[in-house]
T-cell receptor
Framework: AQSVTQLDSQVPVFEEAPVELRCNYS??????LFWYVQYPNQGLQLLLK??????LVKGINGFEAEFNKSQTSFHLRKPSVHISDTAEYFCAVKTGTASKLTFGTGTRLQVTL | DTGVSQDPRHKITKRGQNVTFRCDPI?????LYWYRQTLGQGPEFLTY????????KSRLLSDRFSAERPKGSFSTLEIQRTEQGDSAMYLC????????????????FGAGTRLSVL
């Protein structure tokens, strides 16, 4: 069975500072990995995805993530955050034969001045 | 492309009442998913359809829950005899599934329906 662990429930950071949100997954087969962002009272917006190819993937709003198969990780990074990045971030995994996404419990990114 | 739309956005009901939510997927998307998200948690899979066929149901989907997609377009999720534990955000997603066994489909989510059971 597939599972996702987001190690940090909350990450406070100052504006313009870099940030990394951690995600580890568990699966016995090849996976596809996703990061979604959720603003208050809204649905999920896709930030970026890893399906195959280059392990460094770039997404919207200046975010990027690196797939590390040996460490089973897919950490999300941004070199300089903005107040508007304050939101909940979810890592999700899907195996090739499954249809559903399995989500982590989320990381709340709180950006302050 | 108007995105995935869900209706209503908010629903308040009394325990024991029945509620129904609607989801309109992105047009031409053949797969439609339902997820449930409780406070402080990530979304959890409930069920999905390919066209009008319901292909998988989670153990979370008790017999009080029923989902339909009669014409392969919009879907409804009904909860009968609601309980306070049903209070959650119900999210719908859709994707375009290409032929073949390996699925790389990307799921696009709606804004959700927030259910409060009093």
């Amino acid at each position: 069975a597939q599972s996702v662990t987001q190690l940090d429930s909350q990450v406070p950071v100052f504006e313009e500072a870099p940030v990394e949100l951690r995600c580890n997954y568990s699966s016995s087969v090849s996976v596809y990995l996703f990061w979604y962002v959720q603003y208050p009272n809204q649905g999920l917006q896709l930030l970026l995805k890893y399906l195959s190819g280059s392990t460094l993937v770039k997404g919207i709003n200046g975010f990027e993530a690196e797939f590390n198969k040996s460490q089973t990780s897919f950490h999300l990074r941004k070199p300089s955050v903005h107040i508007s990045d304050t939101a909940e971030y979810f890592c999700a995994v899907k195996t090739g034969t499954a249809s559903k996404l399995t989500f982590g419990t989320g990381t709340r990114l709180q950006v302050t001045l | 492309d108007t995105g995935v739309s869900q209706d209503p956005r908010h629903k308040i009901t009394k325990r024991g009442q029945n509620v129904t939510f609607r989801c309109d997927p992105i047009s031409e998307h053949n797969r439609l998913y339902w997820y449930r998200q409780t406070l402080g948690q990530g979304p959890e899979f409930l069920t999905y359809f390919q066209n009008e066929a319901q292909l998988e149901k989670s153990r979370l989907l008790s017999d009080r829950f029923s989902a339909e997609r009669p014409k392969g377009s919009f879907s409804t999720l009904e909860i009968q005899r609601t309980e306070q534990g049903d209070s959650a955000m119900y999210l719908c997603a859709s994707s375009l599934e290409s032929s073949g066994r390996v699925s790389k489909n990307i799921q696009y989510f709606g804004a959700g329906t927030r259910l409060s059971v009093l």
